[in-house]
């Protein structure tokens, strides 16, 4: 327990401090002079230990009770940590350390049909406000039908703040630029009251920024997100054109929430009917793959509940950088009415930008194959952070035998996914990892998505396992915790594994990667495509 006086916020700021610590963060770059916090817990926490521990209840410690197991701990520590926490910056730990929330219903969508008919319904509901950010909004029939809906929203006076990258929206797809004009759909949107902000301005000359910062400090904006952006200052370089928003979330009046891999267009959001299963259904939606060669396997989840609130300071922090109007995800207006509890699942938000600390999105990724148990499987569509097989390279068979990897390994947008798997997977496969290529189904699958079968956990966003999003792209995750839930979506994943080729001859990957071109191409080639 806490000592006399402690209390639910000091108890929420020793959690996010140890779950930083324990992930390899600085406590000095975000919470001011720590020597002693740091000392502390280096010198009675074990850093393996702790992660292990951590990884065997799921993930990430949400609770102050779940302490008392950690190896190292104690009561007279729990005591010194109050006493050092207290005097932390804890806005800015806040700003980056995993945000969990409790009672929330979570459904999961997979293939375009799904997950438009979903959005279509969900913003057609919204009677106060929607936040939406997105990589990319293409004029297409899915993206028009979205931004149809949108327009109606705003017919019936419902605020709106969307945040696109215009100029990589502009590149299209399947060589058409037409698809690409989102300033079709925004100048609509702006016309009829929506705010947007274009996300590639995500970086400033250093000039520029120190004007801007002085700026949005006297027009009140926190510290605790000011700093955030002096932290992807300090990493780029020269240009910001390496830097990309790579998330894709939306708010709607403070209680629904959406949060996925898939962008707003035909690739993702496409109408036509899947391939559909006879037999595989998930609440009672049938599981398939799409039909068309041109259509994207992705999906997204749907959550009710209170995770919409540290969802809601995060779009605030990146709309305000970006130069937005001012808001406060604290008023009544911004906030749910009524009650929170609408379910059973535990939800922990993960944020992970260019020039953070340490990356948490990263590190769980690297954790939850070190430590896997049981039955742990990872879908993803691009498989090139040499940091994750460096790790996975590392496993003995004791660990390997537990994992699971599904990619689409011959259909892949990447140039250079195949050459990565092939360079890097020879080990981990003789040691007993378990690889599944979706490219059996002759289409791709952009779903990024784990499974943790000894904690019932579930992990789902815009992440992908390469160097663009371990180091240059602004990224997040939700991490679901509950039994009924992580049974639904295991049964999406054991579809598409059942309709994926399981690679069985070790001669399909390298023994040798240096003797094998691709592989130079790739290492050349992987901070940036």
Same mark, same amino acid.
């Given at each position: 327990?806490?000592?006399?006086?402690?209390?639910?916020?000091?108890?929420?700021?020793?959690?996010?401090?140890?779950?930083?610590?324990?992930?390899?963060?600085?406590?000095?770059?975000?919470?001011?002079?720590?020597?002693?916090?740091?000392?502390?817990?280096?010198?009675?926490?074990?850093?393996?230990?702790?992660?292990?521990?951590?990884?065997?209840?799921?993930?990430?410690?949400?609770?102050?009770?779940?302490?008392?197991?950690?190896?190292?701990?104690?009561?007279?520590?729990?005591?010194?940590?109050?006493?050092?926490?207290?005097?932390?910056?804890?806005?800015?730990?806040?700003?980056?350390?995993?945000?969990?929330?409790?009672?929330?219903?979570?459904?999961?969508?997979?293939?375009?049909?799904?997950?438009?008919?979903?959005?279509?319904?969900?913003?057609?509901?919204?009677?106060?406000?929607?936040?939406?950010?997105?990589?990319?909004?293409?004029?297409?029939?899915?993206?028009?039908?979205?931004?149809?809906?949108?327009?109606?929203?705003?017919?019936?006076?419902?605020?709106?703040?969307?945040?696109?990258?215009?100029?990589?929206?502009?590149?299209?797809?399947?060589?058409?630029?037409?698809?690409?004009?989102?300033?079709?759909?925004?100048?609509?949107?702006?016309?009829?009251?929506?705010?947007?902000?274009?996300?590639?301005?995500?970086?400033?000359?250093?000039?520029?920024?120190?004007?801007?910062?002085?700026?949005?400090?006297?027009?009140?904006?926190?510290?605790?997100?000011?700093?955030?952006?002096?932290?992807?200052?300090?990493?780029?370089?020269?240009?910001?054109?390496?830097?990309?928003?790579?998330?894709?979330?939306?708010?709607?009046?403070?209680?629904?929430?959406?949060?996925?891999?898939?962008?707003?267009?035909?690739q993702y959001t496409f109408a036509a009917p899947i391939v559909t299963s006879d037999s595989v259904q998930v609440d009672g939606r049938p599981m398939g793959v799409p039909a068309r060669e041109e259509e994207w396997h992705d999906g997204c989840f749907?959550?009710?509940?209170?995770?919409?609130?540290?969802?809601?300071?995060?779009?605030?922090?990146?709309?305000?950088?970006?130069?937005?109007?001012?808001?406060?995800?604290?008023?009544?207006?911004?906030?749910?009415?009524?009650?929170?509890?609408?379910?059973?699942?535990?939800?922990?938000?993960?944020?992970?930008?260019?020039?953070?600390?340490?990356?948490?999105?990263?590190?769980?990724?690297?954790?939850?194959?070190?430590?896997?148990?049981?039955?742990?499987?990872?879908?993803?569509?691009?498989?090139?952070?040499?940091? %994750?097989?460096?790790?996975?390279?590392?496993?003995?068979?004791?660990?390997?035998?537990?994992?699971?990897?599904?990619?689409?390994?011959?259909?892949?947008?990447?140039?250079?996914?195949?050459?990565?798997?092939?360079?890097?997977?020879?080990?981990?496969?003789?040691?007993?990892?378990?690889?599944?290529?979706?490219?059996?189904?002759?289409?791709?699958?952009?779903?990024?998505?784990?499974?943790?079968?000894?904690?019932?956990?579930?992990?789902?966003?815009?992440?992908?396992?390469?160097?663009?999003?371990?180091?240059?792209?602004?990224?997040?995750?939700?991490?679901?915790?509950?039994?009924?839930?992580?049974?639904?979506?295991?049964?999406?994943?054991?579809?598409?594994?059942?309709?994926?080729?399981?690679?069985?001859?070790?001669?399909?990957? %390298?023994?040798?990667?240096?003797?094998?071109?691709?592989?130079?191409?790739?290492?050349?080639?992987?901070?940036?495509?």
């Open positions: 327990m806490l000592p006399e006086g402690g209390n639910e916020g000091l108890q929420r700021d020793i959690v996010d401090v140890v779950n930083y610590y324990i992930s390899g963060g600085s406590l000095e770059a975000v919470a001011g002079p720590a020597e002693r916090l740091t000392s502390l817990m280096a010198t009675v926490l074990e850093e393996g230990a702790a992660r292990a521990y951590r990884q065997e209840i799921g993930g990430v410690i949400t609770e102050i009770g779940q302490l008392s197991e950690l190896p190292g701990f104690s009561t007279g520590l729990l005591e010194q940590l109050a006493a050092e926490v207290r005097v932390l910056d804890s806005g800015k730990l806040r700003a980056l350390a995993p945000q969990t929330t409790r009672h929330n219903r979570v459904d999961a969508y997979v293939n375009g049909p799904q997950c438009l008919e979903m959005l279509l319904e969900e913003i057609g509901k919204a009677r106060r406000y929607i936040h939406l950010s997105v990589m990319l909004f293409f004029n297409d029939d899915s993206g028009n039908r979205i931004a149809d809906a949108l327009l109606r929203a705003l017919e019936r006076g419902v605020q709106v703040r969307i945040m696109v990258n215009y100029t990589v929206t502009a590149l299209g797809y399947g060589h058409n630029l037409e698809v690409g004009k989102f300033s079709e759909i925004s100048d609509r949107l702006k016309k009829a009251g929506a705010k947007l902000q274009d996300t590639f301005n995500s970086y400033y000359t250093a000039v520029e920024w120190h004007r801007k910062r002085s700026e949005l400090k006297a027009q009140g904006v926190p510290e605790s997100i000011l700093f955030l952006q002096d932290k992807v200052q300090e990493d780029v370089e020269l240009t910001g054109l390496n830097v990309i928003d790579h998330r894709k979330f939306m708010i709607i009046d403070g209680i629904t929430s959406i949060i996925g891999s898939l962008n707003f267009g035909d749907r959550i009710r509940g209170a995770a919409a609130l540290p969802l809601n300071a995060v779009f605030r922090s990146r709309w305000l950088l970006l130069g937005g109007d001012s808001f406060d995800p604290g008023d009544a207006f911004y906030r749910p009415e009524g009650n929170t509890d609408l379910g059973s699942e535990e939800c922990t938000l993960f944020v992970s930008f260019p020039g953070n600390p340490v990356n948490l999105i990263q590190q769980y990724y690297l954790d939850l194959i070190t430590y896997a148990a049981e039955e742990t499987v990872i879908v993803n569509p691009y498989l090139i952070d040499q940091a %994750f097989w460096d790790r996975l390279g590392g496993l003995g068979p004791e660990s390997s035998c537990h994992l699971t990897i599904c990619n689409p390994l011959e259909v892949n947008d990447h140039p250079t996914n195949r050459a990565a798997v092939r360079s890097n997977m020879y080990i981990p496969f003789c040691n007993g990892v378990s690889f599944y290529d979706y490219s059996a189904t002759e289409r791709f699958s952009h779903w990024k998505i784990t499974y943790d079968h000894r904690s019932r956990a579930v992990f789902h966003g815009s992440y992908n396992i390469n160097e663009r999003s371990a180091c240059h792209d602004f990224e997040l995750g939700l991490l679901v915790k509950g039994e009924a839930f992580a049974a639904k979506v295991k049964a999406m994943i054991d579809y598409d594994l059942s309709v994926s080729r399981k690679i069985t001859n070790k001669k399909e990957f %390298f023994k040798h990667p240096w003797m094998h071109p691709s592989t130079y191409v790739n290492k050349a080639t992987q901070n940036y495509t």
